[in-house]
């Protein structure tokens, strides 16, 4: 369903906010990402500013508007890459947000025109130690003929944006 300011765009896929449950969906592939990034609250805070300020997305080569709110329930978000004059956009929609004392992060979900159905989440997580970790999991399929065609290699792609995400929340001054 559209959201009142949003792209105007519906979600691809029926499952939303299946991500919540940590289980992907039937039908869908599954990827699950972790990386550490530290001890204590500096890296807490600076790893959650980054995710929250969209700095991974941008840091993995993922142009968005400047003007691109923080990740809220109902934002709708335009994804683009590229080379040079050659890009390619997609839309998302913010379906999750998690702001706990030892966890936060968000999920979003795809919508109508996307080249894969399904939803990402990404959360920085802090455990009894102090230890941080980020983690990415995702369900998802293809949505258009051309990632269909793409099979294993775009699976391949998908996983080095991941982690090139993990990359961005972790690329910070500690």
Avoid: K
């Amino acid at each position: 369903m559209p959201v009142p300011g949003g792209s105007g765009r519906e979600f691809n896929y029926p499952d939303v906010g299946a991500g919540r449950d940590d289980v992907s969906p039937a039908g869908y592939r599954s990827l699950e990402m972790v990386r550490e990034l530290g001890t204590g609250d500096q890296i807490f805070d600076a790893a959650s500013r980054r995710l929250f300020g969209w700095q991974m997305h941008r840091a993995a080569g993922i142009r968005l508007a400047r003007s691109t709110p923080p990740p809220a329930p109902g934002v709708d978000v335009r994804l683009e890459w590229g080379v040079g004059p050659i890009r390619a956009s997609a839309w998302c929609r913010v379906v999750d947000v998690v702001d706990e004392p030892d966890r936060r992060g968000f999920a979003y979900g795809t919508l109508a025109g996307h080249p894969e159905s399904g939803e990402e989440t990404f959360l920085v997580e802090r455990d009894t130690d102090a230890r941080v970790t980020a983690r990415i999991t995702a369900f998802s399929r293809p949505a258009r003929w051309y990632t269909r065609l793409a099979g294993p290699l775009g699976r391949l792609v998908q996983r080095r944006i991941t982690q090139r995400y993990l990359d961005g929340i972790a690329d910070d001054q500690w």
